[in-house]
């Protein structure tokens, strides 16, 4: 048993040193890897850095979708005042009885 823990022991380090690398963007040191193996938190950390990556880009979605829905608005005021516009030389060139 104590063979196969040597084995998986330096592959899943690397694994963890690989997700913080990606995270954080820069290597941590051993005292911090061994840390996180020994906490369980090398796999928790990737998985927060995905939530916070998923409500970054919902947040974004959802003021592109905001934004979108305000430009409709105003096209629809747009279209009226032309159609309102367009209207306003008939009641200029009409003779009055």
Known sequence: M????????PE??????RRVFTVMGARAD????????ET?????????AIQEQIMDTLV????????????ERKLLDLQQLICCLSALPLFCYCPLP
């Open 30 to 37: 051993e005292e911090t890897i061994e840390r996180l193996i």
């Open 60 to 71: 974004e979605i959802q003021e592109r979708h905001d934004a979108v829905r305000d430009l």
């Open 40 to 48: 369980g938190d090398g796999e928790q950390i990737f998985q927060k």
């Open 12 to 17: 899943y380090r690397h694994v963890v040193e």
């Open 2 to 9: 104590q063979t196969l823990r040597d084995t998986i022991h």
